[in-house]
Structure formats: structure tokens, C-alpha cells
């Protein structure tokens, strides 16, 4: 359904203020247990988080990120204080690294471009260890982030410094120097002793856990890692040669291995494969801001010039969506369980990686056993990569090439796919003996699998390392997490479930930028409701990685402003997490030093956000206070752990379907709760199915027709739902709400009792509805995915619906309220109560998104 402009809807303005500590019934601070002493330490038992008097803990967080970890001290207990007040208890230290933060760890002043970063800044630690401990007396704890942004420069002495991967990423896993880097700044903040907590960072329940490098893996970054400069990429090369020596013993066994399963080729599918015929066949994928252009050219002479005319790729010009620009060449047929080979001649103006895969052509535009990266440089050089099939489709077979974050213009010559193949020789200059072998790069070919190994292998041993780093010189008893389990495939998961807790991160619709990175005022978003999406929307992403017997964490989630349905987030997220009974979600990002603030000031601005803020007390009794259960029924993929490397290089989003055909259904990881298990290797794998007990109260998701798409909550003291409720009545468990009509019939709600009585018997009930909320003057471009300079204005504005709740009740007498932005009462609501039912309607005029509802015996 197409939006509508929302003009004709009545806006007014509404914020919750950063000052307002006030007690109100939003206020669900008690459900945070303050201050968090002994009795509150942290530990794992059984795969749940629990303290030390036993009692399971579970974390609705928020990031602080750069600068906002150093507040100024008057601010500081304002700022706990209010996030407790709205059901926060814990907070992710993220950024402190970050060379633009102003203060960042290593300089109180002026941030760290040029500067050295080997000591920490006595300032901006007193301001850290102050807002660790104002957060400690509210309740709130901490994960320590280690590694975020903090880059290997030439001023800390490393060569090329200024071409290594941006924000210091995948050197820090086998790279000595910066292994070491990072175990002294450890040392120097966890050993840090806190003078307002009098203990060392590291030993004080506040911290939750530590994360040691954020978004980060040398495997899911295996092309990156391939085009290093010399002195790095050899480091992981000789690491590479050795672990092919210690495998093997001798080339001859090592090349015997590698051929073992090869076949000839056959003959080449893909037509114009030389550019004979131009660019037919070809197909330049372009979306959103992403460009690029294509001609056909001659090559250059020098030596590995392929046979006839190539393909040039220019004009290049990225978003922050990686899918959105790729050369395909689409419509082929390959068959179940077949080896195929794509090989290709290529070349680049100047070093840069370019991804290669097999995928369908159509939704939901699986990944078939393909899924790689090579490194190219200006000399031309030929690629040959093989995998096995895995669950194609007849006539829907794409291999693509996509473009990773690299601008420079490249070219391919003398393309094939053919039926066969995997015969490696080795060039007369590799010799496993003089520890020569070239890495090959991830892929589903047995030196492809073999490199994936040792990927994860060294991976493995970075984590190792570092957790008993903590461990044991260190004495951080605090559970301890690498990254995010997707960085990596199933190796990133196989990595993380070697530690204590496995982590996620997912944004729904995250901005992209068509000239500037990071421009705030030049960007483009999707601006699609996700409740309206077919496939779950984020949410199979995230289920799919979680671990059986482990916590399970989403430590970033957003849906970025100016999103104009961020209003379903929050009731839709903590509902599906309390529904897959996971450990925490921490929303990205909160800044709350600017005290005066009346507006959404970024992307990620969730504490100026009214549509996060208001829904959080709802979250908070469905995510904290468990009136959400855990879904009856269950499904556990079991994987057996020497398929992992398999499994990682044959690549994807998802490697569900690689380990058993058809079994990553995004339907069913709504409905069930979802895991993985790695079982010894040569176990069968399986997918294990739990029936469990039905459930009358659920969580239920409808996409079907669109324009009545929703998402509902029906559990005995939350009724919630989220989507294209406009024109019509939802009924839960006897609530029903009524909306109106209106242009983008769109709406979000929430009703929660907050004393956690079912509906009908509790005495304190809060409905928070609303149709959207952004900055005044936003100027919205035709297809509304730019609203120009969105961040200047305030303060933030309210499109409310009308409609009409029914609420049934035992009680005899009720009252409704609507209250101000700080949750004080600013006028009783006309209601009627009879026969068990108390009604009332809400509008605009109200100039509200809270009701309060008190009952009276």
C-alpha cells in the first residue's frame, strides 16, 4: 500500500524530557534492582544470565557510544536516573576508542586523528568512571566494549597504516602488534582501579561483560584480508603455509587431497563470454544511490591478457548497502549436488577486492554454495573458483560479482561456468615446502574449505588467547563475547559458542549514503513499514545465530530516523524477544547529556526519540517483567562441527539451508523458538522439532493482504499491535482497539497493566498509541526515502490517530487520564464504564500518545 501524505493528520508537539525523573506510572524502575552489589554479580548458568542470589537477569540496554561514555558530572545521575525510570538496566560502552569522539578514552580534548593512543587520558577516565558509577547506584550495567574504532595508524607505528581496513578491523586477529596492542589497552582500562566505585573496572558487578572487537572477522573479510599490503598479508600468509605444513606433511599430500573429487570440465554456459556480443547478458544491478556503468573495451597488452574484448566497470559510486550495485549474469541452470566451476581473467586500476557468488535470481535469493572474495591489483591475473550446488532452482541460477566498499574501476575477460572441475596445480613459483602456497581465497574448492579452516582456526585462537588473557592475567571473571556471530557465517557462530554468550546486531531499513559517507544531510532510507514485510523483517536473521545452551544477546537495534513506522520497533522487538526467550536487546543509540534537547538529533537518537522512549515501559513489562512467555514450540538445527568450515565457505546470509535443505524457514523462526547446536563431527545432522504445549496468548504476524498487514501481541497483561490497523478493530483476548481511517492507516499500540495483573483484574493500565513521530519541518521528496536536513528543529511532533479502545474489567470504578511528556497527568479522559467494559477514545486533541488508566476498588 502506497503511503499517502500525512499533512491532513493533526500534529502537535510532544516531548518526554531529559530532565524528568519523576515517579508517574510509566516509570518501571522497579523492575530494576539498585544498586547492583555483590548479590548482583553476573555469571552463567545453563545457558541464562543470573546473579549471585540465583535469580535469572535479562537486559533491555541501550548503546552509549563516543563521546556520550564521558558525560559531564552534573549530567550523569540525570541521565541513569531517567533511563532507569524508563526500564533501562544495562548500557554498552561503545566508541570510547573512536578517534573522532570528543572526549574519547586517550584524549579528553579535540579526539585523536594524528595523536597517539597508547596511554589512557586521566580526564576523560574520571568522567568514564564517574557515569560507571552513577550507572552502578541506578541498577545498570555495563558491557565493555574493547576494540570499536580504534584504527593501526603510523603514529602507533605501524607501515602503511593509512592502508590498512578502516576502524583498525581484521589485521587485530593474527597480526602480533596489534594483538599486543589490544592486551595493553585492557590491562590499562579493566585493571583501571575506579575511585567513586573503589575497585578495578574489571572486578565490579556493574560489568556485565566484555566484548573484545566489535563487527569484526578476518573470515567474513577474507577478500580484504587477501589484499593487504606486504607486511601484513605475508604475516598471514606464512601462518597459512603452516598450518598447510602441519595438515599435509609434504605438497604431494597436500595437492593429492585437493584433487582428490576433481573432474573435467565441461562445456562453458554462459553465452558472451569473450564481450562478442557486447554487453547482452550482462546485467548491472543498481539500487538506490549506488551507480556504475559498463563498456566493453580491448584489453591492455602484458602478460595474462585474456582472449577477446572485456567487460570495464567505472564510474563507481557505494552506498552503505552492499547488494545494492553488482554485475550478474542470470537465468542459468545448475543441478543438485554437481560441481561447477566459474573462471574469469580480471583486473583493477589499483588494488581492490571484488566478491564472487551463486545465488537464485529470485526471492528468497538463497546462496547456493558460492560465496567468496578475490583480490585484484593491476596486472591481469585468471580466478578459478568451484563449488557444489546446494538446493538450486531450475532457470534461477545467478553468479554475481559484487563491489564491497572499493570505488575503483575493474575488468573481466574470458567468463566461464562449467559442469566439473576442482584439478589444482600449483604456479612454479608455490612450493608448500618453501612455504610458498598462495592463498586461495574462501570457497567451496578443497584449498578454498582448507583456507576456511585455518581462518577460523586462527580466529579461534585470537578469542582463546584473549578470553584466558582476562582470564588469567587479568582476573575479569565477567563473561566474555568475541563479535557478532554473522561476522564469520557459521564460523563466526562455531567461534562465539566457544566463549560464554553469543551476540547479534540488526538495523531495519539503515540509511544509505549516495555521495558523502555518513552525511546527515544527504542520505536515503527505505522508509517501508517492517510490519508489512514478507519474511520477518530482521528477525530470521537474528534468530538463526543463536546458540542452544548459551545467552543470547542483540547488542545494536535500530529503526533509523526519520523512518516514519520507527513507532512498531519497540513493541514488535522486545515482544519477539521475550517470545524467543533471548537475554537482551540494547537499542542504538542514547545520548542524553544535552539536558534542554527537544528533538531527534540523529539517526540513532533513541533517547530523543518520543516513538522508542514512550514504548519502552510496555517493552519493559513484556521483555523484563516476562509477561511475554517463551514460545511452546522449538527448533534446533543440529551441525556438526567438522561441516563448519563447509559450511562458512560456501558463504550466504543464511547456511540453514546448506546443512539441510529447506530447513531455514522465516515463517517458522516467527512461530518457534530458534537455535543451532554444533554436535561431534560425523553427526548427522538434524533439525530438531518441539512441539511443546499450544498457547492460547501469542505472538502473530499477518502480511496478507498489505494494507491489513499487523503484527499483534496477545498475551494476559499486554494486548499490543503494530501495522496497517487504520479502518478496522483489533481484537485481543476481548481488548479491542478501534482506528479510524487515516492517509497512511498506519498505527502502533500498546497495553500494558503495570502491576503485571492480567487486563481485565489490574488496577494501573497504560495505553500508548501513536501513528508516527519526527522533527518538525521535515521536506520529504516524492518517493519519501529523503527528508532533507531532518536533525535541526524541534521540538519533535506527534501524528496521532483517532479511534477507541474497549477495555474489559472487574473493576468498579476506573479512571483515564492522559498524560504529559514527563507521564504526569495533564487531564482526565471521558470514559464509560458498564457491564464489565470500560471504553474510551483517544485523538489528536489529546495531544498525548499515554493514557492512564486507574482503577478504583
Known amino acids: 500500500m502506497a503511503d499517502m501524505n500525512t499533512a491532513a493528520l493533526a500534529a502537535f508537539a510532544f516531548v518526554i524530557p531529559f530532565n524528568d525523573t519523576g515517579r508517574s506510572v510509566v516509570d518501571v524502575s522497579a523492575l530494576n534492582r539498585a544498586p547492583l552489589d555483590a548479590s548482583r554479580r553476573i555469571s552463567i548458568r545453563d545457558g541464562r544470565f543470573l546473579d549471585a542470589t540465583g535469580r535469572r537477569v535479562r537486559f533491555l540496554g541501550v548503546d552509549v557510544a563516543a563521546g556520550s561514555c564521558f558525560p559531564p558530572k552534573e549530567a550523569a545521575d540525570g541521565i541513569a536516573a531517567r533511563m532507569r525510570r524508563f526500564g533501562v538496566n544495562a548500557v554498552r560502552l561503545h566508541h570510547m576508542d573512536a578517534s573522532w569522539a570528543d572526549p574519547n578514552l586517550f584524549h579528553l580534548h579535540g579526539g585523536s586523528y594524528g595523536k597517539t593512543t597508547d596511554e589512557l587520558d586521566a580526564g576523560s577516565l574520571d568522567l568514564l568512571d564517574w557515569f560507571v558509577f552513577q550507572l552502578k547506584r541506578h541498577g545498570i550495567y555495563v558491557d565493555v566494549n574493547l576494540h570499536v574504532s580504534r584504527a593501526y595508524t603510523r603514529e602507533e607505528g605501524f607501515e602503511e597504516g593509512d592502508k590498512l581496513p578502516d576502524l583498525g578491523k581484521v589485521v587485530g586477529y593474527f597480526l602480533p602488534k596489534a594483538i599486543e596492542q589490544q592486551r595493553r589497552f585492557a590491562r590499562q582500562l579493566l585493571t583501571h582501579v575506579n575511585p567513586y566505585l573503589g575497585a578495578r573496572l574489571g572486578d565490579d558487578p556493574v560489568v556485565a561483560f566484555v566484548e573484545l572487537t566489535n563487527e569484526d572477522s578476518l573470515l567474513g573479510s577474507a577478500g580484504e584480508a587477501m589484499a593487504l599490503p606486504a607486511p601484513y598479508r605475508d604475516v598471514l600468509a606464512g601462518g597459512w603455509n603452516a598450518w598447510l605444513a602441519k595438515k599435509y606433511g609434504s605438497g604431494r599430500a597436500m595437492l593429492a587431497a585437493w584433487n582428490r573429487g576433481a573432474t573435467p570440465l565441461g562445456e562453458n554456459l554462459l553465452a558472451n563470454a569473450r564481450m562478442e556480443s557486447g554487453t547482452a547478458e550482462w546485467l548491472l544491478e543498481q539500487h538506490a544511490s549506488a551507480k556504475a556503468s559498463i563498456g566493453i573495451v580491448d584489453p591492455a597488452p602484458g602478460p ?318 513484556m521483555f523484563l517483567a516476562g509477561a511475554v512467555p517463551p514460545a511452546p514450540a522449538s527448533q534446533t538445527l543440529e551441525v556438526p562441527e567438522d561441516r563448519v568450515p563447509a559450511l562458512a565457505a560456501e558463504g550466504g546470509w543464511t547456511f540453514w539451508d546448506n546443512v539441510i535443505p529447506g530447513s531455514w524457514s522465516a515463517s517458522r523462526m516467527i512461530e518457534r523458538r530458534t537455535a543451532i547446536r554444533f554436535v561431534p563431527p560425523g553427526t548427522p545432522p538434524r533439525l530438531d522439532q518441539a512441539e511443546g504445549i499450544p498457547s492460547e496468548n501469542r505472538i502473530e504476524w499477518s502480511v496478507s493482504p498489505a494494507s491489513r498487514a499487523a503484527y499483534t501481541v496477545d498475551v494476559p497483561s499486554v494486548k499490543a499491535a503494530a501495522g496497517r490497523l487504520g479502518g478496522r478493530t483489533v481484537n485481543l483476548g476481548g481488548v479491542e482497539v478501534s482506528i479510524e481511517p487515516s492517509p497512511r492507516n498506519f498505527a502502533a499500540f500498546a ?89 474510551f477514545g483517544f485523538a489528536p486533541a489529546d495531544r498525548t500518545v499515554w493514557y492512564e488508566i486507574a482503577v478504583r476498588p
Open 304 to 621: 595474462g591478457v585474456p582472449r577477446g574484448k572485456v567487460l570495464r566497470v567505472s564510474g563507481i559510486a557505494l552506498d552503505d548497502t552492499g547488494w545494492h550495485l553488482q554485475l550478474n549474469r542470470a537465468g542459468l541452470t545448475v543441478k543438485e549436488g554437481q560441481r561447477y566451476t566459474v573462471s574469469f581473467s580480471a583486473r583493477a586500476d589499483s588494488s581492490r577486492s571484488v566478491g564472487v557468488n551463486a545465488r537464485f535470481d529470485i526471492e528468497p535469493w538463497t546462496n547456493i554454495g558460492l560465496d567468496t572474495g578475490v583480490a585484484l591489483g593491476p596486472e591481469w591475473r585468471r580466478y578459478t573458483l568451484s563449488f557444489v550446488a546446494r538446493s538450486p532452482r531450475a532457470g534461477h541460477t545467478r553468479v554475481t560479482w559484487t563491489f564491497g566498499d572499493s570505488n575503483v574501476a575493474f575488468e573481466l575477460g574470458d567468463v566461464s561456468l562449467c559442469p566439473g572441475g576442482g584439478r589444482v596445480e600449483l604456479e612454479p613459483r608455490e612450493s608448500l615446502e618453501r612455504g610458498t602456497v598462495a592463498m586461495p581465497g574462501v570457497s567451496g574448492t578443497p584449498p578454498g574449505v582448507d583456507f576456511t579452516a585455518f581462518l577460523i582456526d586462527v580466529e579461534r585462537d585470537f578469542t582463546q588467547g584473549m578470553r584466558a588473557f582476562l582470564r588469567d592475567e587479568l582476573k575479569v571473571t565477567a563473561p566474555v563475547l568475541c563479535s557478532q556471530a554473522s561476522y564469520g557465517g557459521a564460523g563466526g557462530a562455531w567461534r562465539e559458542s566457544r566463549l560464554d554468550l553469543i551476540d547479534m546486531h540488526a538495523y531495519w531499513q539503515h540509511p544509505s549514503f549516495p555521495n558523502k559517507p555518513w552525511d546527515s544531510d544527504d542520505y536515503r532510507i527505505g522508509n517501508t513499514p517492517m510490519s508489512a514485510e514478507e519474511g520477518g523483517g530482521t528477525f530470521p536473521g537474528l534468530a538463526q545465530y543463536r546458540v542452544a545452551g548459551m545467552p543470547f544477546t542483540v547488542s545494536e537495534y535500530d529503526h533509523p530516523a526519520p523512518n516514519e513506522y520507527a513507532a512498531e520497533s519497540v513493541p514488535m522487538l522486545f515482544s519477539y524477544a521475550a517470545w524467543q526467550d533471548w537475554d537482551g536487546v540494547f537499542l542504538f543509540c542514547y545520548s542524553g547529556e544535552d539536558l534542554k534537547r527537544d528533538r531527534i538529533d540523529s539517526f540513532f537518537d533513541v533517547g530523543g526519540h518520543p516513538a522508542l522512549m514512550a514504548f519502552l515501559p510496555a517493552a519493559a513489562r
Open 751 to 839: 497495553l500494558a497493566a503495570m502491576d503485571g495483573a492480567p487486563v481485565p483484574e489490574s488496577g494501573s493500565l497504560l495505553l500508548t498509541v501513536m501513528d508516527k513521530v519526527e522533527n518538525p519541518g521535515l521536506e520529504w521528496n516524492a518517493d519519501r526515502t529523503y527528508a532533507g536536513r531532518s536533525w535541526e528543529n524541534g521540538p519533535t511532533q506527534v501524528w496521532q490517530v483517532k479511534g477507541r479502545i474497549v477495555i474489559p474489567t472487574k473493576a468498579k470504578k476506573a479512571e483515564v487520564y492522559r498524560l504529559d511528556g514527563g507521564g504526569r497527568r495533564a487531564g482526565q479522559v471521558r470514559s464509560t464504564l458498564a457491564k464489565g467494559r470500560l471504553s
